[in-house]
């Protein structure tokens, strides 16, 4: 097993399971020699119940999402082309697509014992939403492993109950004007020297290597937060072991305060019959 096929085992057992799952998975990959990939295993986050959601939708209809993240193409192409009349008939397939992808959603969760309370289903259809809006958030939702809901905000020219807002339909003459315009900044850009590329590729080369530095900093600093964050783990896991050794020692030692409770009241029961006695003897004796 590699990472991938690990990072998608983890996502896809049951939310409750995911500590536990993360772990023998880790240990696993530590095992088969893979300590990166357990590293970076143990740094995935546990998934709030929407995105766990989301994610088992991701798994389960694959094919009604990737006609999801098409509608958000189509929607793209509409935007950018300031056609209000395409816009105003994608918008009701929108809704329409949300609901019936919610709706399923809901089923498949109940199916593997998840309730959706209104709040979850309304950031999985926010999540949802994202998805279709923006293509880095269908990337991340198709890949099923979200951590966290998603949520966009706005849409370019539509607003965020997805309806057109201030969009006019686009003439032939102005959707000419507009291919002239691309025409006209490519020829632009074709025209650009050899110094200038020159220059342009050695401030590339420059940003790379910058680039490279900074993820090399990353790194070190990633493994050094996932390392501090195992220490902490380790710690908490030792004191949670000591609080219950307290608790067991509290327990028997209440448990041995009430034996001794008990056996104290009956040595005072005792005491006070033997000097009863005591008393009556000695009444006896000098009546002799």
Not at 37 to 61: E, H, I
Not at 127 to 133: C, Q, R, Y
Not at 152 to 170: A, Q, R, W, Y
Not at 254 to 272: N, S
Request: cysteine-free; hydrophobic content about 40%; overall charge negative.
């Amino acid at each position: 097993m590699d990472f991938e096929e690990a990072a998608d085992a983890l996502y896809a057992a049951p939310a409750a399971d995911f500590i536990a799952t993360r772990n023998e998975l880790a240990k696993q990959l530590k095992a088969d020699g893979d300590q990166l990939g357990s590293t970076r295993l143990k740094a995935m986050r546990k998934p709030t119940v929407a995105a766990w959601v989301a994610n088992l939708v991701a798994r389960s209809l694959p094919d009604e999402l990737d006609d999801l993240l098409a509608l958000g193409d189509e929607f793209r192409e509409a935007t950018a082309d300031l056609d209000g009349d395409r816009l105003r008939d994608l918008t009701p397939k929108r809704h329409q697509l949300l609901d019936k992808l919610s709706k399923e959603a809901v089923r498949l969760a109940s199916d593997e014992g998840q309730k959706v309370s209104a709040d979850v289903g309304q950031k999985l259809r926010e999540t949802l939403d994202a998805a279709l809006i923006d293509p880095a958030a269908g990337d991340a939702l198709r890949e099923g492993r979200l951590s966290s809901a998603l949520r966009h905000v706005g849409f370019g020219v539509v607003d965020e109950n997805g309806e057109p807002s201030n969009v006019t339909p686009l003439t032939d003459e102005r959707r000419q004007a507009a291919r002239d315009r691309r025409k006209a900044q490519q020829s632009e850009a074709d025209k650009e020297s050899a110094a200038t590329r020159g220059k342009r590729e050695a401030a590339e080369r420059e940003a790379e290597e910058r680039e490279a530095a900074e993820k090399a900093k990353a790194k070190q600093a990633f493994e050094d937060a996932v390392t501090a964050a195992q220490t902490a783990e380790a710690t908490v896991e030792d004191l949670d072991n000591q609080l219950d050794d307290a608790r067991e020692a509290l327990a028997a030692a209440q448990e041995q305060v009430k034996r001794l409770g008990a056996e104290l009241d009956e040595a005072r029961r005792a005491a006070r019959d033997a000097q009863k006695h005591s008393r009556e003897a000695r009444k006896r004796y000098n009546r002799l």
